[in-house]
């Protein structure tokens, strides 16, 4: 049995001590508290860092499992109307999900029912993954680590076990409780004892003092256009007609409480459409498929809010405030337009969505210029959060809070156009299931500062600066300051070895341009905390140069402080490293091991402290480029982050 504080309930924020995060991250208006720190009579699951299993996916890497009948109680921190689970439960024996009941009551009473859903959670397979659990492999002629061979070229062919490399389990659903409850008050959630759920675990609990609606009296009010707020009917068209007389007649459009059915995208330019707050505005919609397929390759459309292509001179001056999102996305098709937020939009703003259930929640095609993206939420994608993807300048995207994305959380992808002068400043990103929780691929002169990144799960890192996707190389400046990781440092499943928590990665391009990694702090690394590498396929061919280190925490890593698997150089100081598992520096180079040293350098500029069981991380021995080659080192397991 998992019991609460006897101080009181245990607020966290990605599961840490806020003190450890204090300054970094988004500012939201819940508090999340960890299944695990709750009073339950159910079975406390994790910690677990493997992929394809419930806890590697929970928040902290731990939840709490429930039968029917079983409980979980979180003691309200703060007065509250609302609250989200996050959760679990099975998926269908043949796939597509199913529903089963949670009750919710607060002292003992006020009883609601929540009805949890697995139709959008539950992937399978390989890249770009099933919804069939039963399914054979995707891709039968790629090399897969479960046998350390390519099945298609195996003789006898090997047994892969159904189902086949499960993920994406969690999915979460807000419910207004319909009055204000206060700080001590408890709030219970059962399972019934005739749920159909063989199981549900419960990951988290928000809660949150929700205002009241935002009234907009002069305005294009779509209901005068004939939309539908209780959803029976679609009201795209009401939107259109909305949106053209706003423009006409120099209004904003207004979107009053309600859940409006929308099957298609909304096209916006020189328009404001703003909700009576993402928990009472609610767009819904649909995934419709599309024959014969749009000319931009869809198969399939469905709710979105988008900018003009930018190949039609995109749209400016859109601005999209207060309301939800909520998609029908269940598979990853990568041709699909069904995004929250798409096409091109300069001079914009997108400001307090909560976005749900659709592919990417803002997948913005340049090029374009000046978006602000702020205090938006964004969860439970198929693929990413946001993408700024060809470019895109001039654009800040801050105060936004993602978790259980199904790629990278946020990214920027210089593919074609180069991106520049961006900003991701005090972002959350939790749990993204597959890759990073920020991604930089190519770019010159962008900002990546005080976010927090938490419980990446498999392939990817807190943050990764990849020349990779066919980017534009990197140029001019990067700054990566002030950003705390915590949980990060995965398995990268291709390559059958652990990466860092920031991971540079030098695939088709060299990586030189000057980038000051500063002020960071990289807590309970899974493997290790910093990592530069190439492929093997290339590591003669490009190198990672001009990096530069300064100011950095680590606070416990599985393996190394550095691990070198390329050939260049970085700087280092003050980097300041404790209960280190392994060497401080697994310096392998580009793999050729010349009498001379690795072909990776390090400079020590001073300052650079502590380590672990084998002494100094940086000690003089290691430099410049001594040769301390371990491809897979033991891991050991960090013991949990601690004031410094």
Same mark, same amino acid.
């Given at each position: 049995?998992?019991?609460? $504080?006897?101080?009181?309930?245990?607020?966290?924020?990605?599961?840490?001590?806020?003190?450890?995060?204090?300054?970094?991250?988004?500012?939201?208006?819940?508090?999340?508290?960890?299944?695990?720190?709750?009073?339950?009579?159910?079975t406390? @699951?994790?910690?677990?860092?493997?992929?394809?299993?419930?806890?590697?996916?929970a928040?902290?890497?731990?939840?709490?499992?429930?039968?029917?009948? %079983?409980?979980?109680?979180?003691?309200?921190?703060?007065?509250?109307?609302? #609250?989200?689970?996050?959760?679990?439960?099975?998926d269908?024996?043949?796939? !597509?999900?199913?529903? *089963?009941p949670?009750?919710?009551?607060?002292?003992?009473?006020? =009883?609601?029912?929540?009805t949890?859903?697995?139709?959008?959670a539950?992937?399978?397979?390989?890249?770009?993954?099933?919804?069939?659990?039963?399914?054979?492999?995707?891709?039968?002629?790629?090399?897969?680590?479960?046998?350390?061979?390519?099945?298609?070229a195996?003789?006898?062919?090997?047994? @892969?076990?159904?189902?086949?490399r499960?993920?994406?389990?969690?999915d979460?659903?807000?419910?207004?409780?319909?009055?204000?409850?206060? *700080?001590?008050?408890?709030?219970?959630?059962t399972?019934?004892?005739?749920?159909?759920a063989?199981? +549900?675990?419960?990951?988290?609990?928000?809660?949150?003092?929700?205002?009241?609606?935002?009234?907009?009296?002069? *305005?294009?009010?779509?209901?005068?256009?004939?939309?539908?707020?209780?959803?029976?009917?679609?009201?795209?068209?009401?939107?259109?007609?909305?949106?053209a007389?706003?423009?006409?007649?120099?209004?904003?459009?207004?979107?009053?409480?309600?859940?409006y %059915?929308?099957?298609?995208?909304?096209?916006v330019?020189?328009?404001? @459409?703003?909700?009576?707050?993402?928990?009472?505005?609610? #767009?819904?919609?649909?995934?419709?498929?599309?024959n014969?397929?749009?000319?931009?390759?869809?198969?399939?459309?469905?709710?979105?809010f988008?900018?003009?292509?930018?190949?039609?001179?995109?749209?400016?001056?859109?601005?999209?405030?207060?309301?939800?999102?909520?998609?029908?996305?269940r598979?990853?098709?990568?041709?699909?337009?069904?995004?929250?937020i798409?096409?091109? /939009?300069?001079?914009?703003?997108?400001?307090?969505?909560?976005?749900?259930h659709?592919k990417?929640?803002?997948?913005?095609?340049?090029?374009?210029?000046?978006?602000?993206?702020?205090?938006?939420?964004?969860?439970?994608?198929?693929?990413?959060?946001?993408n700024?993807?060809?470019?895109?300048?001039?654009?800040?995207?801050?105060?936004?809070?993602?978790?259980?994305?199904?790629?990278?959380?946020?990214? /920027?992808?210089?593919?074609?156009?180069?991106?520049?002068?961006?900003?991701?400043?005090?972002n959350?990103? %939790?749990?993204?299931?597959l890759?990073?929780? #920020?991604?930089?691929?190519?770019?010159?002169?962008?900002?990546? $500062?005080?976010?927090?990144?938490?419980?990446?799960?498999?392939?990817?890192?807190?943050i990764?600066?990849?020349?990779?996707?066919?980017?534009?190389?990197?140029?001019?400046? /990067?700054?990566?300051?002030?950003? +705390? +990781?915590?949980?990060? !440092?995965?398995?990268?499943?291709?390559?059958?070895?652990?990466?860092?928590?920031?991971?540079?990665?030098?695939l088709?391009?060299? #990586?030189?341009?000057?980038? %000051?990694?500063?002020?960071?702090?990289f807590?309970?690394n899974?493997?290790?905390?910093?990592?530069?590498?190439?492929?093997?396929?290339?590591?003669?061919?490009?190198?990672i140069?001009?990096?530069h280190?300064?100011?950095? =925490?680590?606070?416990? +890593?599985?393996?190394?402080?550095?691990?070198?698997?390329?050939?260049?150089?970085?700087t280092?100081?003050?980097?300041?490293?404790?209960?280190?598992?392994?060497?401080?520096?697994?310096?392998?180079?580009?793999?050729n091991?010349?009498?001379?040293?690795?072909?990776f350098?390090?400079?020590?500029?001073?300052?650079?402290?502590?380590?672990?069981?084998?002494?100094?991380?940086?000690?003089?021995?290691?430099?410049?480029?001594?040769i301390?080659?371990?491809?897979r080192p033991?891991?050991?397991?960090?013991p949990?982050?601690?004031?410094?």
């Amino acid at each position: 049995m998992a019991t609460a $504080s006897a101080a009181g309930p245990v607020v966290t924020r990605a599961a840490l001590d806020p003190a450890l995060v204090a300054g970094r991250g988004a500012n939201v208006a819940f508090a999340e508290q960890e299944a695990e720190n709750a009073t339950t009579n159910g079975t406390v @699951i994790g910690p677990d860092r493997a992929a394809y299993t419930l806890p590697s996916e929970a928040s902290g890497r731990k939840a709490v499992r429930l039968t029917p009948g %079983q409980h979980v109680e979180f003691v309200l921190p703060a007065a509250a109307n609302a #609250i989200n689970v996050r959760y679990s439960i099975p998926d269908a024996p043949d796939g !597509g999900g199913i529903t *089963a009941p949670l009750q919710v009551t607060v002292n003992g009473k006020d =009883r609601k029912t929540m009805t949890l859903t697995s139709q959008y959670a539950w992937l399978y397979n390989q890249y770009p993954f099933s919804n069939d659990p039963n399914g054979d492999l995707l891709h039968p002629d790629w090399w897969i680590t479960e046998c350390a061979c390519v099945p298609s070229a195996t003789t006898p062919a090997p047994v @892969i076990t159904k189902p086949f490399r499960p993920s994406h389990f969690y999915d979460e659903q807000r419910l207004l409780l319909g009055k204000k409850y206060r *700080a001590g008050d408890k709030v219970r959630l059962t399972v019934p004892a005739g749920s159909n759920a063989a199981w +549900t675990v419960v990951d988290l609990l928000d809660s949150e003092l929700v205002g009241a609606p935002h009234v907009r009296l002069v *305005a294009a009010n779509v209901l005068l256009f004939g939309a539908d707020p209780l959803g029976r009917r679609d009201s795209a068209d009401a939107f259109d007609k909305a949106i053209a007389f706003a423009k006409k007649s120099h209004l904003k459009v207004y979107v009053p409480p309600g859940v409006y %059915q929308v099957n298609r995208h909304i096209i916006v330019d020189n328009v404001t @459409i703003e909700g009576a707050g993402n928990w009472y505005t609610i #767009i819904k919609g649909k995934e419709v498929a599309l024959n014969p397929p749009a000319p931009d390759g869809s198969v399939h459309t469905g709710v979105g809010f988008y900018g003009k292509d930018a190949s039609a001179g995109g749209s400016g001056n859109v601005h999209l405030s207060g309301f939800t999102i909520e998609g029908d996305v269940r598979e990853r098709v990568d041709t699909d337009q069904v995004n929250g937020i798409g096409g091109a /939009m300069s001079n914009s703003t997108i400001d307090g969505l909560y976005i749900r259930h659709t592919k990417v929640g803002l997948w913005f095609d340049g090029p374009m210029n000046n978006v602000k993206v702020t205090n938006n939420i964004v969860v439970d994608q198929i693929a990413d959060a946001l993408n700024f993807h060809i470019g895109v300048t001039n654009s800040l995207v801050s105060n936004n809070f993602v978790r259980n994305t199904g790629d990278d959380g946020l990214a /920027m992808w210089a593919e074609k156009t180069t991106n520049a002068n961006n900003t991701f400043d005090h972002n959350t990103v %939790q749990t993204p299931v597959l890759a990073n929780g #920020i991604a930089i691929y190519g770019g010159k002169d962008n900002t990546i $500062s005080n976010n927090l990144v938490a419980d990446p799960i498999r392939e990817g890192s807190g943050i990764q600066v990849g020349s990779r996707f066919g980017a534009e190389p990197f140029t001019g400046s /990067m700054w990566i300051t002030n950003n +705390t +990781t915590v949980r990060a !440092g995965t398995y990268e499943l291709n390559w059958n070895i652990g990466l860092g928590a920031i991971w540079f990665y030098a695939l088709e391009k060299n #990586i030189d341009a000057n980038i %000051q990694v500063v002020g960071n702090h990289f807590l309970d690394n899974g493997y290790n905390a910093i990592m530069l590498v190439s492929e093997w396929s290339v590591k003669d061919l490009y190198s990672i140069t001009n990096v530069h280190f300064k100011n950095i =925490r680590v606070d416990g +890593t599985g393996t190394s402080v550095v691990s070198a698997r390329v050939k260049g150089s970085a700087t280092f100081e003050n980097v300041d490293a404790r209960n280190v598992g392994a060497v401080g520096v697994n310096n392998c180079g580009s793999f050729n091991f010349p009498p001379t040293g690795s072909e990776f350098s390090l400079t020590d500029l001073g300052g650079n402290d502590g380590g672990g069981t084998t002494g100094p991380w940086l000690a003089p021995w290691e430099l410049p480029n001594t040769i301390t080659c371990d491809d897979r080192p033991p891991v050991v397991t960090p013991p949990a982050p601690s004031p410094w």
